[in-house]
């Protein structure tokens, strides 16, 4: 799994550098968002659980309903154009936030977090689907490093500012910040060609000379043809399966580091819940970009020595084992740092795993696929975060 250097890739593909510029702006706004949004549900409701479950279910859901849809939507039409389109609805709806008051108005958080997602499937589909085209075989394992790697730092660094920042100046500066976030997402989107975003061939461009009735009905017919594809190819399968089954337990992490954070360790050690949250999350993102940062070097060594499926396999296993210590901490900052490990060894294996999956699909198949592989793993995970919302009025 030979790759280039991060600078290298960086200096060298504008096109890349671009996307990558306005991915850094857009993620720092939505961890923004998702810290406010959950404060502000939390002080509207009186720290209820199920309220926070709702949330992130509502958080998870949609992207998971129409993932495969979006994924045969970017197969076929222009990417440049859906991930443009997605981002200004996006700018708009993030202000929606702005409108809740009390809890009667839980009802426009709900619908404010579950559009977003919604918008989100078709963005990613489309982005994940160009990357190999914008990078390069070459430079693909670097590409994926980096932006994964800058999701992840700017989830600590925006859990730690959103928190610090919906203290000083209230919860609508979040908001605000994360609409304005996916304005310069949207320009940095349409700073890249379109040209750059897929191969040039009869089954990509087919599309835009079929009507919209007979293109509507080409991609139901789309999204079949990628489940097909996932089923009749075991690596393909068994790369999809491995992280839905990751799903079923990592789907409780957000809500379990919110209730023992943001309720239990902040009541312990005289923290504010906000605080309490935001140290769990942020140790979670120092740790999954430290894991990014060292994927090519990983993927490379383990390559080399053929133990990708070892690596994978046992990283995983060690994950879990970490998680389920996490109870068991004495206190705020031990639990934090357990995370922080757990987080650095899942990441560097999901950098490999997910340009394994990128490299080995096609281009025309490549949107469906990869968004495929991402709605099964975030529908088991919104319904692990309901089971645990509902578990934790039962047991510790």
Known sequence: MSSLTYMQLLRNNRSFRRLWVGQIISELGNWFNFIAGLGLVRAVSGADP????????????????????????????????????????RMVIALGFLLVRGPEDLWIA??????????????????????????????????????????????????????????????????????????????????????????????ATRSEKLGVAAGVRQVWRDMGEGWTYIIRYPLVGA????????????????????????????????????????VLSTAAGIGLFIGMLIARRV????????????FMGWTMIVYGVMMASIGLMPSLWWAGAVVLVSHLLVSAEFAIHITLLMSILPDNLRGRVTITDRAAEILVMSLSSFAAGWALHGIS
């Open 50 to 89: 199920s309220v926070t479950a709702i949330m992130i279910v509502v958080r998870l859901t949609p992207f998971a309903i129409v993932g495969p849809l979006a994924g045969a939507v970017v197969d076929r039409w222009s990417r440049r154009t859906v991930m443009l389109v997605s981002d200004l609805a």
């Open 110 to 203: 709900y619908l404010c977090m579950g559009a977003g997602s919604l918008l989100g499937a078709p963005f990613e589909a489309a982005r994940n689907a160009a990357m190999p085209n914008l990078t390069g075989e070459g430079g693909l394992l670097a590409g994926n490093s980096l932006m994964y790697s800058s999701r992840f730092l700017l989830s600590a660094v925006g859990m730690a500012l959103g928190s610090a920042a919906s203290a000083r100046f209230g919860y609508g500066v979040a908001f605000v910040i994360n609409s304005l976030s996916f304005a310069a997402s949207a320009y940095s989107v349409w700073l890249v060609p379109e040209r750059e975003m897929r191969e040039e061939s009869a089954e």
């Open 239 to 278: 790369l999809v399966a491995f992280n839905v089954l990751w799903a079923v337990g990592g789907g409780a992490n957000t809500l379990i580091f919110d209730q023992l954070g943001g309720v239990l360790f902040a009541a312990h050690e005289g923290l504010k819940a906000d605080t309490g949250f935001a």
């Open 299 to 310: 993927g490379a060594h383990i390559e080399l020595h053929k133990l990708t499926v070892p």
